[in-house]
């Protein structure tokens, strides 16, 4: 096959991991080797920059900070969370997408994110085989949520699943202190997949976990709730620890925080309910039930952003997917995602890649399945325990500078319109 020559665009969208900027390095310093990628480019904000005309030359970047961002977390060249509308309703960013590839010859586009960036991707990829320009499009994954599908797992979600695990871990020790009965409340993310929350249990496989796991895979009972809690209490001195998927939801399918905060909860640009807050409601309304001190603990943003517990499988799986991604596309390959697959062939963990049509994982869920979610819904079998134990060895951090994390400095020098 005779080779596209032209230059590359690579953006990150959606919420950020620990990893992301792995995938990023993966893809920057493969592009950089290819002779027939004349350009490498990192959009500013995701699709939003290369709407704008809002992106960085990564050739002027030095490569000591290019490979700086294998540690660093959070996305280097910014997210966004920006859908485009079906072709058919707006055609106006699809004409304007293949202005500016015209302009700047692009003829690679990788695009680093979930579920809404392979749709993206999905999308971008129709539009320009319908116009006519070739460009070959990957999908590079990512996300802490674990569910995407068709993918072993996602880079982001071993190191994540590490902090949920180490976090619950040194929470538990702290809790048990006192010879007082307390219940504690972990908030952990998670809308309507529960595969970080699950991640709790691998503290319990180390003796050291929470009592009781809920994930939104299974519908939430607050009386049921109530019942669990009080069973925990009377066989562990009056001490509780529960950790708690943000997006557990009623039978209905109505998410609890609504159900106890009884109003509505603000959307995102994607209309998805911003989530937060459910393990508050809960730790206030035990208060109230059990007249105990209780404590809601939200993990927050540390869970995606906690580089200083990132997993090195993790990081190393990203590095590698985000450089498949140039080597396929360079070979011809277009309208894909990469994928990981693991390989337990010799009886251990490995990990290859591969590729599968980005249509199938554009906006599809992969959920925990409902056999390894055991004991009345409250906790992970072993199968979930040997699923997850790979994917967070080894240990991986930025090189320190006065005792802190030395993370990458990019010049972002702009692209000249």
Known sequence: MEKLVGACMFGQSGGPTSVINSSA????????????????????????????????DIGEEDMKELMLLKNTPSSALGSVRYKLKPEKVD?????????????????????NGGNDSMDTCNKVSKFMKKSGWECRVIGVPKTIDNDLFGTDHCPGYGSAAKYVATTMMELKLDANVYDTPMITIVEIMGRHAGWLTAAASLANYKGLGADLIYLPEKPFSVDKFKNDVKNVMEKNGGKCMVAVSEGISDENGKLIAEVLAGDSLAR??????????????????????FGCKTRAVE?????????????KTDVEE???????????????????????????????????VGVMSVAKAANAEKKVPDSWIINDGTMLSQEYIDYALPLIQGDCKAPLEDGLPRFAKLKKVPVKK
């Open 318 to 352: 990203a590095f590698k997917a985000g450089a498949a991604a140039v080597k396929y596309a360079v070979k011809g390959t277009t309208d894909k995602m990469v994928i990981l697959k693991r390989d337990m062939s010799s009886g251990k963990y490995k990990c290859k």
């Open 91 to 111: 055609d106006t960013d699809y004409k304007r997408l293949l202005e500016v590839f015209k302009k700047y010859n692009i003829r690679y586009f990788f695009y």
């Open 25 to 56: 390095a993966g893809v920057f310093t493969e592009a950089l080797k290819q002779d027939c990628i004349t350009k490498v480019y990192g959009a500013a904000h995701g699709i939003r920059g290369v709407l704008n005309e809002e992106f960085y």
């Open 299 to 311: 993990f927050s943003l540390m869970q995606r952003c906690g580089a200083h517990l990132a997993s």
């Open 268 to 289: 995102d640009s994607f209309g998805h309910a911003q989530l937060g807050g459910v393990g508050a409601a809960l730790a206030n309304m035990c208060k109230a039930e």
